[in-house]
């Protein structure tokens, strides 16, 4: 008995060295977990509920929200939007001036420097363009370089990038001294200064450039905020004094708190466990519930961002019957789509461009968008009808995807009579893939997230032929035409205008029929103030402050 | 004994090797893992070309195994697309994962063996029925429903126990602890009892009891014993399940634990995260079985090991 006891002792022993060696191998040192609760500095500590980047943290590199939220609070870019109305304001840059819309002459405020002591200076944007721009460092947000007057000659020829690209710098940039740089553009760019603010025109320090990988795990911007750490669980960002812009933070320290779902977080905010909370679950939307939870410590706004039906290009039935497409697009009922699925926290759509952006019309899409169960059977007969059965193909691991996809062909199977059902996919990337490869006919769940609160970043990325984004095939040479007389536009306005006459010829040719208008809802701790959203989505981390 | 354990610790080796191919294999056809990495857009094919050579993605599937067996060898469990490492990721969320584990286990454990063994002797009586009744309502009650109510009652509304686990203190896992050891309990309960009274009725225990043996010492010390081992066995499997992590517990808690990390690496297709946590859990089970084999030959000698 006691020789059996020693050998389980030993048995044990050797089970858990083998556990501490097998699954400690890296030996690498363990990030401070970071308390956030309660700060004794002055301005205070928040915590805001937030995800795990996908990448290193690079902002030329990085055009998924989790990681963006965080590049956008320690990044400074020339201009800053607006958290209330989204227009650009100087930020970084002490004037951008331009009298033709192709030739730019941007001067920096001087005295700003990186979270690192060393200066921003005009080569620190060239530098950074040039560096996301050319083709063999694969950089996510080369596609916000792609107006800038020599970018074919720094794009791989080939996808695969085999040959490299004629030179290493766009020639559209110059540096003139330590404040001062020129931007040319190919064509006209009217609203280059609002596509400015955009996380990947921020500039970069020199040692971003010696050792790109190693920067990305613990990144230095010029932004009011920077960051301490970085793992799966949390980010931890403390305010950065010396950051003059517009935007300055009030708090010590914010830590982003990465929770795995939506309802353990806004319990969190309930109970004062956490201090923000971006987004309520869907189980507390339901009759209002959320408010009651969190009377007068909740909020709701409009922001850039829509869902819409685009219809497949590979459908013959489809490809080539506008009236048709308006058809179906008639037999949805947006409104009570909007209530009964998303208790009113998406509003219904009027048009291709959502109402938080500069250069919004109501009514772009007409009584296309107008549910009329009636007349759109009389009009769906007339175009001829639609043979079989009629598919919505979505994408159902995002939050009510499927469940619009069964409202929308639910209310089309009621009102045209025509069969309707929802193809599910399992994940984006499967179905973004078989977008690509052509695989969906009817129609296609598509949603954009703006990039910069412009009216053309809905309608350029989109529906410019051949565009990445283009996955209707739209190709209409006459609003390609007004794209560029817009973009060649004198005055913002009229720039707008333009834009809002390429948004009409989509209501004409119909490639794609609006669903939704986005709006955030968010609720705040007791222990917090001025929570606000922005028009992007994403807590305005500037402006909060602890009671 | 001592070679005993030699041979099985041995034996892991193949186990772990064959292991991990089939489960390289596995996240090699979980699909492409650039696709979705740009939000609602498509990546640039620039950003693709180059996250796949960053990766070894453009490498035939049996040089990323060898290559990411030889970093494994060098200490290395490889880095996440993200950027950190997986080992640092791991060791950050094992102590979580153990204390939540060892919390469920020590419940289901006590009361589990408590309630059989009472149930097991007064069989046919109130307290029998009361044990096998409740067990079997909490066996037919998903765990989410038994997690978010205890969540809305005890966390929320009546304030006793934390409302989530984020931090992973002792403190603010026993609530959770308790959720995971609730299932488990009912089916320790339920074999426990079985095995007694099937125990119970056996030869050895007439002569004891004719023997004039106190009843307690023919329960306590002659029958439990022997009825233990389905038990420990079961035991023994719930501590190596529980490793894994649980993942609807660990979202309901917001628990940092290994089962939400290898969740996100399958729905990242993250190669890195779910090789080296899956590889560590292999380890674990074949530990803990390792463990419960040994603990069989001390409980009834007549199973020898030698």
Redesign the interface.
Known sequence: MRARTRALAAASLTSIALLATACGGGGSTTPDPGTSEGGSTTGGAVTVNGCTPKAPLIAGNTSETCGGNIIDAFTAKLVHYNSETAAPEMDLAESIDTTDNQNFTVKLKSGSTFQDGTPVTSKSFVDAWNYTAYGPNGQAGSYFLSAFAGIDDVTCPDPECKTKPKSKTLSGLKVVDDTTFTIKTTDKVSNLLTRLGYSAFSPQPEAFFADPEAFGKKPVGAGPFKVDSVSSTETVLSKFADYKGVAPAKVDKVTFRVYQDIGAAYNDVVSDNLDVVDQIPPDQLIGDAWKTDLDARNGQRAIGGNDWVTFSPEDEQLAGNPDLRKAISMAIDRAGIMQTVFSGTRTPATGWVPPAVEGFKEGACGEACTFDAAKAKAAFDAAGGYQGTLTYTANVDGAGNAQMGEAVCNSIKNALGVDCVLNGVNDFATFQKGIDGGDYKGMMRSAWQMDYPSIENFLAPIYTKGADSNWAKYDSPEFQSLLTQAAAAATPDEANTLYQQAEAKLGEDFPTAPLDYKTASFGWSTKVDNVKITPFGTPDLSSITVK | ??AY?VRR?LQMIPVIIGATFLIFVMVFAL?????????????????????RADNYLDQPILFQYGHYIWR?LH???GT???????????????PTTVKLALIAVGVEAVVGILAGVLAGIRKGRFLDYLVTISSLVVISVPIFVIG?LA??VF??RL?LF???A??GTIGQLIMPGLVLGALSVAYVARLMRATLVENLRSDYVRTAKAKGLTPARTVGVHTLRNSLIPVITFIGYDIGALMGGAVVT?????I?GIG??L??GI???DGSIVVGTV??LV??YL??N??VD??Y??LDPRISND
């Open positions: 004994m001592a354990i610790l699909g492409d893992p650039v696709a979705g990495r740009c939000g609602e857009r498509p990546c640039p094919p620039a950003y693709v070309a180059k996250f494994v200490g290395d469990l996440a697309f993200s950027g950190q490492p997986v080992a640092q990721e791991l060791l950050l969320r094992f978010g969540q809305l966390g929320l304030g934390p409302v989530t984020t931090q660990e979202r309901i808690f917001n940092n939400g990390y969740y996100r729905t990242l297709k590889t560590c380890l674990i530990l803990v390792l463990l040994v603990l030959g001390v």
